[in-house]
């Protein structure tokens, strides 16, 4: 099929599902228009009702997602008329500020002009989620800071970045304009809040500096409706709390806390006492949760997560829709059996929209396929 017609298709089947589902008038001229605009300019512009509701869509099915219950809320900023790479920039800034939003976390997605089906893509974030910690590797090869972010720190020093060398050292923004080097721009530490750590009970926990930041955004996902594709526009939720307190802080291969916390609870650590971590990991989430609570900061327990994603089910179910899913990553890190969400079975189809896994910006594209994009399950969020 010639690739015009393939997208005439894609973008019919995606407007009619709009226009159903929002009840929205004139379907029958949108049509007509889109197919005479992709005619004369191989491509179609989204109205910003359409892009609004592409987005929640997107949400909506994203199988490996234990908040979708929300999709609904899930605010546009509309920034398809952005030019250069400062105002890309700002409109990061700009989002940041608006998703923070003192603590009361705003769902939220920032869209900039789309790739053309040529495949000229006006901007492309590097950062693969936009406040992260950089990691410094000393000589003897140990790592402070967040070893998940080695490849991406060492680039921005190429570039003359320098950080303070700390644990919580926050990275700079990168953007690439077309045709252009990647440029970067000090992450503003006003912009971002962050949640020191502590324990209701062990008050050597605040001993630890333990923090994390208010906000998990998403920055390095394409973005896909109607057979356009989005490679920029970062969106954000709120946080479950074992995202940080199990993943993000407790993995071996992230922060790895697991031990010192163990030690400073006094807890045998080998053989004789195999339920040390998981004595660990509870504490470290109650801390992440307690002091997320103290400071006002949005954020979910993995079991309201859980009723939450049940509940999504019901709804879609209501709606006559099915709830596609990936039980390996609905199913929170700690606690499994105890959720409901655990002892359920899902379809995992992909089905648009949805936000899709782009190549890292600092590697040649897959020369394989001609997809610009692809669900790669080895990588994540
Ligand atoms: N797990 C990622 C992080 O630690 C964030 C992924 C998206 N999470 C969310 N709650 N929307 O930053």
Redesign the pocket.
């Known amino acids: 099929m010639k690739s015009k017609d393939l997208l005439c298709l894609k973008a019919s089947s995606f407007l009619e599902q709009v226009y159903q589902e929002l009840g929205l008038p004139a379907l029958e001229q949108r049509l007509v228009d889109v197919q005479q605009e992709i005619e004369t300019t191989g491509t179609y512009t989204h109205l910003t009702v359409e892009l609004e509701h592409g987005a929640r869509l997107a949400w909506r099915n994203s199988n490996r ?1 234990i ?1 979708r219950l929300y999709w609904k809320s899930l605010v546009l900023n509309d920034k398809r008329n952005v030019a250069n790479t400062n105002k890309v920039f700002d409109a990061l800034e700009e989002h940041l500020q608006m998703a923070t939003n003192n603590g009361k976390i705003l769902p939220l997605i920032t869209v900039f002009p789309p790739m053309h089906p040529n495949g000229k893509t006006p901007f492309r974030i590097w950062n693969k ?1 936009l406040i992260r910690y950089a990691a410094h590797q000393k000589e003897d090869g140990t790592i402070t800071g967040d070893p998940d972010q080695l490849a991406f720190t060492n680039l921005c020093k190429q570039w003359g970045w320098k950080g303070n060398g700390g644990d919580f050292d926050l990275l700079p923004l990168v953007v690439e304009g077309q045709g252009e080097s990647p440029t970067w721009r000090t992450l503003k530490q006003e912009l971002i809040l962050e949640v020191d750590l502590e324990h209701p009970e062990y008050k050597w926990f605040s001993d630890l500096q333990l923090k994390w930041h208010a906000v ?1 955004l ?1 920055s390095d996902m394409v973005l896909e409706m109607g057979g356009i594709q989005y490679p920029a526009a970062p969106f ?5 709390v074992t ?2 307190g199990s ?2 802080l407790g993995d071996e291969k992230r922060y790895n806390k697991l031990p010192l916390i163990a030690k400073q609870m006094g807890l045998q650590m080998d053989k004789s006492n195999p339920f040390w971590k998981d004595k660990a990991l509870v504490v470290l989430n109650e801390a992440v949760h307690f002091s997320f609570q103290k400071a006002g900061v949005t954020l979910a327990d993995h079991h309201a997560a859980s009723e939450q994603f049940m509940k999504f089910i019901r709804n879609e179910e209501a709606e006559n829709r099915k709830v596609n899913a990936d039980w390996a990553w609905i199913v929170p890190p700690i606690s499994g059996s105890t959720l409901k969400v655990f002892h359920q079975e899902y379809n995992n189809d992909v089905i648009s929209p949805n936000f899709f896994y782009n190549h890292n910006a600092w590697e040649a594209a897959p020369s394989k396929s001609k997809c610009p994009f692809h669900v790669d399950s080895k990588s994540g ?1």
């Not at 954000?236 to 479950?240: A, F």
């Open positions: 997602c908040g989620n998990p998403i954000n939720g709120w946080y479950m995202e940080i993943r993000n969020n």
